[in-house]
């Protein structure tokens, strides 16, 4: 079971840590991915990372602005959010996959999200 949290009310520019917590263990052949939604539109893809290797893979829109990383001690995957937008606000969730990849649907388990606004 997964479960976000650190989402809050931020200004627009300012920084924020998120993190997803695994009840159980991650495997190496896992890869965790963060994804946001907004009401009314389509879960978006934000970032993916594979356990074994720590490689990342990140959405157009938050190319150069988030980072993906991990602590396998902890079973924890964590977005760092810097110069985050209005635009940016959303509901965040993390999931897994045995894929590395972005589709959505190649992700199971989902958890809890966490909100994050972001005010102008």
């Known amino acids: 079971q997964l479960q976000a949290f650190g989402g809050g009310v931020i200004q627009a520019g300012d920084s924020l840590r998120l993190s997803c917590a695994a009840s159980?263990?991650?495997?190496?052949?896992?890869?965790m991915g963060w994804f946001r939604q907004t009401p009314g539109k389509e879960r978006e893809f934000v970032a993916a990372?594979?356990?074994?290797?720590?490689?990342?893979l990140y959405g157009d829109s938050v190319m150069g602005r988030f980072t993906i990383s991990k602590d396998s001690a902890r079973n924890t995957v964590y977005l760092q959010m810097n110069s985050l937008k209005p635009e940016d606000t959303a509901v965040y969730s993390c999931?897994?996959?045995?894929?590395?990849?972005?589709?959505?649907?190649?992700?199971?388990?989902w958890g809890q999200g966490t909100e994050l606004t972001v005010s102008s």
């Open positions: 999931a897994r996959s045995t894929q590395y990849s972005s589709v959505i649907g190649d992700y199971n388990s």
């Open positions: 990372i594979r356990w074994s290797t720590g490689r990342t």
């Open positions: 159980g263990r991650i495997y190496s052949s896992h890869v």
